[in-house]
């Protein structure tokens, strides 16, 4: 087995995270036992976690199907390893623009930052 000590390359990883960064977590669904499809209230807690994270805006891809056209903003962020953040967590950037996270992801074999997958709130 190798024993690889990824504190300083997280270190340089985390020295690009200049963005402010508020996560919104998203509270368990509602369980309302007279429904059997659940309660899809979306809630959020009260508390948040606030970190720094490297926002990477991937620009806006536009895809022509035909008469359809679909354009989409799907930027990057990325938060040091161990921060909590999951899937339909909020997170606001420098205050501004609120996202939705799609994924976030550390499973890579030496991680070296939470790369997480946004998408805008309109």
């Given amino acids: 087995m190798i024993n690889i000590d990824l504190g300083p390359l997280q270190a340089l990883a985390e020295q690009f995270m200049q963005s402010e960064v508020e996560i919104e977590h998203r509270s368990a669904p509602a369980q309302d036992p007279g429904d059997r499809t659940g309660d899809n209230t979306v ?18 891809h536009t895809f022509s199907g035909g008469r359809m056209v ?22 606001t950037i420098n205050g501004g623009d609120t996202w939705t ?22």
């Fill in 43 to 60: 809630s959020y807690e009260t508390s948040t976690t606030t970190t720094k994270g490297w926002f990477v805006d991937q620009g806006t």
């Fill in 70 to 91: 679909e354009v989409t903003d799907r930027p990057l962020l990325r938060v040091p390893v161990g921060t909590e953040i999951a899937k339909g967590d909020r997170v």
């Fill in 101 to 122: 996270v799609v994924d976030a992801s550390s499973d890579e074999t030496w991680p070296v930052m939470v790369k997480v997958e946004l998408v805008r709130i309109e």
